[in-house]
């Protein structure tokens, strides 16, 4: 499964990126508006930090077909291993269609039903990415769609993964991880809380006071 990270902070991830093993960082137009600095400038950084072997995704603003082909054009070409997001409206669906015949990686992304992830993965996306937590917020079931979306991409043999974004708890992650999701993006304080635990911290305190107070403060196996 791959793990990306969904923000566009370069402190987090900067110090993320150097303990965990990411697959990759995405952004949305709420993400780079909150980061204040042009967004050429922002990818430049953030491909800094992760290398250019780690892809990134950002998504377009345009609405209209041409616009969206126009737009994400540009993205796709700011750096190597780009991936353009673009929401699966209409018109986003017909500009998918056509950026994947010309060799653009596509996120299709703002995915509420499997259908719409299915009918982006048709249409060349090489991720879809539904939406997890929002469908939750409206009494639907954010983990099942997802869950139904990774079965049809595996059994249909798409060239395609499915990218669940939009995570409020680690909770709906491990759910996922269940049901054999291919890729999760999350934000920062869900890495974190995949990652730590407080009984791990304490277990590593009372292994150093119990070596210590045999043989010594300071002491450690090398010495
Ligand atoms: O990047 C898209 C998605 O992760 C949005 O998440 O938390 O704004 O619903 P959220």
Same mark, same amino acid.
């Given at each position: 499964?791959?793990?990306?990270?969904? $923000?566009?902070?370069?402190?987090?991830?900067?110090?993320?990126?150097?303990?965990?093993? &990411?697959?990759?960082? $995405? %952004?949305?137009? =709420?993400?780079?508006?909150?980061?204040? +600095?042009?967004?050429?400038?922002?990818?430049?950084? &953030?491909?800094?930090?992760?290398?250019? *072997?780690?892809?990134?995704?950002?998504?377009?603003?345009? =609405?209209?077909?041409?616009?969206?082909?126009?737009?994400?054009?540009?993205?796709?070409?700011?750096?190597?291993?780009?991936?353009?997001?673009?929401?699966?409206?209409?018109?986003?669906?017909?500009?998918?269609?056509?950026?994947? +015949?010309?060799?653009?990686?596509?996120?299709? %992304?703002?995915?509420? $039903?499997?259908?719409?992830?299915?009918?982006?993965?048709?249409?060349?996306? +090489?991720?879809?990415?539904?939406?997890? !937590?929002?469908? *939750?917020?409206?009494?639907?079931?954010?983990?099942? %769609?997802?869950?139904?979306?990774?079965?049809?991409?595996?059994?249909?043999?798409? *060239?395609?993964?499915?990218?669940?974004?939009?995570?409020? !708890?680690?909770?709906?992650?491990?759910?996922?991880?269940?049901?054999?999701?291919?890729?999760?993006?999350?934000?920062? *304080? &869900?890495?974190?809380?995949?990652? !730590?635990?407080?009984?791990?911290?304490?277990?590593?305190?009372?292994?150093?006071?119990?070596?210590?107070?045999?043989?010594?403060?300071?002491?450690? $196996?090398? !010495?």
């Amino acid at each position: 499964m791959k793990l990306i990270l969904d $923000t566009g902070n370069v402190e987090e991830i900067k110090l993320l990126s150097d303990i965990l093993p &990411i697959d990759g960082v $995405t %952004t949305n137009p =709420t993400i780079v508006s909150k980061e204040k +600095k042009k967004f050429t400038d922002l990818i430049a950084e &953030i491909g800094e930090i992760v290398g250019e *072997d780690i892809p990134i995704h950002a998504q377009v603003l345009s =609405t209209k077909c041409e616009d969206i082909i126009e737009e994400a054009q540009f993205i796709s070409a700011l750096r190597k291993n780009m991936y353009v997001k673009i929401p699966v409206t209409s018109e986003g669906l017909k500009a998918i269609k056509e950026l994947s +015949k010309r060799g653009i990686n596509i996120t299709a %992304t703002a995915i509420f $039903t499997a259908h719409q992830g299915f009918l982006a993965a048709k249409a060349g996306a +090489k991720f879809v990415a539904p939406y997890v !937590n929002r469908l *939750d917020n409206i009494s639907a079931d954010g983990v099942g %769609t997802v869950n139904d979306l990774v079965q049809i991409i595996d059994q249909y043999g798409f *060239d395609c993964e499915v990218l669940a974004a939009s995570f409020k !708890n680690a909770q709906q992650v491990l759910e996922l991880m269940r049901c054999g999701v291919h890729s999760v993006t999350v934000p920062p *304080d &869900i890495a974190r809380a995949m990652m !730590n635990h407080p009984l791990t911290d304490w277990s590593v305190d009372q292994f150093i006071k119990d070596w210590e107070n045999a043989f010594g403060k300071g002491s450690k $196996t090398n !010495n």
